[in-house]
């Protein structure tokens, strides 16, 4: 999506440790406007496949998930990260390994709110080893629900969890696909 592209070579940082820095319009201060805009290019690409709700990760994937929401007319569900092991109340639980804090986290989502008859979107602001969304299908499978596939927004296509999830028979729609990047500044992408 050219837009996302631009503003990612106007604003983005590349850090080390093969982080992007896009905290002044994705994941700290957020721009809704471009949100909306990913978001509708989402609902053009996932057209007709009746999503009914949205399943996002604590914290940077809600912001995006819930313009998403208002695009698919649908719930948005974000997996919450606990450090709590006896949380009241059902809940699925998986842990997930976070790239830019290298800790693990246990992540919930309630009994309640995801069930058989979802028909999942999952979105996150990034894809890099795939651990956060592989976090999200696991709960998605034990739910029963259906994972009709993935909306993230910048993938670090270098890095193998695309080709990892693909393979599993995941459709994952990202929408600003990086090919390499330096601490020079340089940020190339797969048209
Ligand atoms: P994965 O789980 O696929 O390894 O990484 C995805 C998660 O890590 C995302 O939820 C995102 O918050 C974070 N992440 C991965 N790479 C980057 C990056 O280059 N920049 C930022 N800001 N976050 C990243």
Known sequence: MRLLEERILKDGLVMEGDVLKVDGFLNHQMDVQLFQAMAEEWKRLFAGCEINKILTIEASGIGIACIAGLSFGCPVVFAKKTKTRNIAGDVYRTQVKSYTHNNISEVIVSKKYLGADDRLLLIDDFLANGAALSGLLDLADMA?????????????????????????????????????????????FIS
């Open 144 to 188: 029963g629900a259906r994972v009709i596939g993935a909306g993230i927004a910048i993938e670090k296509a270098y890095q193998p969890g695309g080709k990892l999830l693909r393979e599993r028979g995941l459709r994952i729609e990202s929408l600003a696909r990086i090919s390499a990047m330096d601490d020079s500044g340089r940020i190339e």
